[in-house]
T-cell receptor, first 112, second 112 residues
Framework: AQSVSQHNHHVILSEAASLELGCNYS??????LFWYVQYPGQHLQLLLK??????LVKGIKGFEAEFIKSKFSFNLRKPSVQWSDTAEYFC??????????FGAGTILRVKS | SQTIHQWPATLVQPVGSPLSLECTVE??????LYWYRQAAGRGLQLLFY??????ISSEVPQNLSASRPQDRQFILSSKKLLLSDSGFYLC???????????FGQGTRLTVV
């Protein structure tokens, strides 16, 4: 069965620091990969997605993620975080075409 | 455009009472439909997903069931609620074959 691991549950950064959130999945076949964000008191929204093609995916608000097939990873990055990036981030994988599985989430707090 | 409606937004139910949460999608046909439960530190736990009318896949053994009586309607039910059923329930839909999920507003269920 597919599963998704997010390595850090809590991350605290200062403004302008670089961000990298880890995500690994377990499934040997073709996958579709997603990062979602949930700002405090708000609903989940899609940050970026990977279906095929260029493994470096650009998303909204300056986020990007890199799909490394050999490592079963889809890490989220941002060169310089802002206070407004404080949120919970979820990695998700659809590995069987119809079932979308989420990781446990990473809570990011950016100190101003 | 597509919209997803989930109701009620909040619900307080006594232990042993039945449950029915409803979710409907507009503006698309043949969607994949999902029920998730979101808990702090555990991400979004996939409870059920459906690829068509009457087709339900259950991901975890529990006190809940799901039904899809119509193409764009997904219902989460229980015959007798337990205290442990308290939580935040999210309905979502996606297009077929691995698309991104779009979420409803969620239902905060408190079993007392």
């Amino acid at each position: 069965a597919q599963s998704v691991s997010q390595h850090n549950h809590h991350v605290i950064l200062s403004e302008a620091a670089s961000l990298e959130l880890g995500c690994n999945y377990s499934y040997g076949g073709t996958v579709n990969l997603f990062w979602y964000v949930q700002y405090p008191g708000q609903h989940l929204q899609l940050l970026l997605k990977y279906f095929s093609g260029d493994p470096l995916v650009k998303g909204i608000k300056g986020f990007e993620a890199e799909f490394i097939k050999s490592k079963f990873s889809f890490n989220l990055r941002k060169p310089s975080v802002q206070w407004s990036d404080t949120a919970e981030y979820f990695c998700a994988v659809n590995a069987e075409g119809n079932k979308l599985v989420f990781g446990a989430g990473t809570i990011l707090r950016v100190k101003s | 455009s597509q919209t997803i409606h989930q109701w009620p937004a909040t619900l307080v139910q006594p232990v042993g009472s039945p449950l029915s949460l409803e979710c409907t999608v507009e503006g698309t046909s043949n969607p994949n439909l999902y029920w998730y439960r979101q808990a702090a530190g555990r991400g979004l736990q996939l409870l059920f997903y459906s690829v068509g009318i009457g087709q339900i896949s259950s991901e975890v053994p529990q006190n809940l069931s799901a039904s899809r009586p119509q193409d764009r309607q997904f219902i989460l039910s229980s015959k007798k609620l337990l205290l442990s059923d308290s939580g935040f329930y999210l309905c979502a839909w996606s297009r077929r074959r691995g698309g991104e999920a779009f979420f409803g507003q969620g239902t905060r269920l408190t079993v007392v």
